[in-house]
Antibody
Framework: QVQLQESGPGLVKPSETLSLICTVSGGSISSDYWSWIRQPPGKGLEWIGY???????KYNPSLKSRVTISVDTSKNQFSLKLSSVTAADTAVYYC????????????????WGQGTLVTVSS | SYELTQPPSVSVSPGQTARITCSGDALPKQYAYWYQQKPGQAPVLVIYKDSERPSGIPERFSGSTSGTTVTLTISGVQAEDEADYYC???????????FGGGTKLTVL
């Protein structure tokens, strides 16, 4: 059974870069797609983007200018960097295994990490 | 941008049937997926590709589609089904993957 665990600072200052790592266990990262999703406190879910183990990425157009997702297959990890953060980026950040449906261009998330709260504040 | 619209809340009594709808212009072209989220927990996939049920999800959960609306149906609702439910899909080009705003299911 695939398990995912997010890690990283819980507090980031405005204008700085948020950095998180997702560690995958119980399976190899080198066979699937992997996403970051976030949820502001008391609000809904927002897909940030995904990466394939080969390094190819797809990002939410609304965040694309600030997001970088990368993968380290040797550590079975993938990471998120979100630059120039503001209070609006305060959220629980989840990592998830992703199943793209090639013919449709959509996809879904079948295994999720427990999430980590990142607060943007000075 | 592309949006999926869900009712903010649905209430049912135990044993009844709950129906949660999700509307979006691209749903005739794109699959819909449904997630259950309980307080303080990560979402759990309950329906994928409109009507497929992952292993381990009870048979009382089902999905259907009709035009620009997809529906999550929970038959014989149990107290443990009280949660927020989110639909998810993509725009017609597959560029934007989006979630609906979520529906809070209350079991009376």
């Amino acid at each position: 059974q695939v398990q995912l665990q997010e890690s990283g600072p819980g507090l980031v200052k405005p204008s700085e870069t948020l950095s998180l790592i997702c560690t995958v266990s119980g399976g190899s990262i080198s066979s699937d797609y992997w996403s970051w999703i976030r949820q502001p406190p008391g609000k809904g879910l927002e897909w940030i983007g995904y990466i394939y183990y080969s390094g190819s990425t797809k990002y939410n157009p609304s965040l694309k200018s600030r997001v970088t997702i990368s993968v380290d297959t040797s550590k079975n990890q993938f990471s998120l960097k979100l630059s120039s953060v503001t209070a609006a980026d305060t959220a629980v950040y989840y990592c998830a295994r992703t199943n793209p449906i090639a013919a449709a261009g959509s996809g879904y998330f079948d295994y999720w990490g427990q999430g980590t709260l990142v607060t943007v504040s000075s | 941008s592309y949006e999926l619209t869900q009712p903010p809340s649905v209430s049912v009594s135990p044993g009844q049937t709950a129906r949660i709808t999700c509307s979006g212009d691209a749903l005739p072209k794109q699959y819909a997926y449904w997630y259950q989220q309980k307080p303080g927990q990560a979402p759990v996939l309950v329906i994928y590709k409109d009507s497929e049920r992952p292993s381990g999800i009870p048979e009382r959960f089902s999905g259907s589609t009709s035009g620009t609306t997809v529906t999550l149906t929970i038959s014989g609702v149990q107290a443990e089904d009280e949660a927020d439910y989110y639909c998810q899909s993509a725009d017609s080009s597959g560029t934007r993957w989006v979630f609906g705003g979520g529906t809070k299911l209350t079991v009376l």
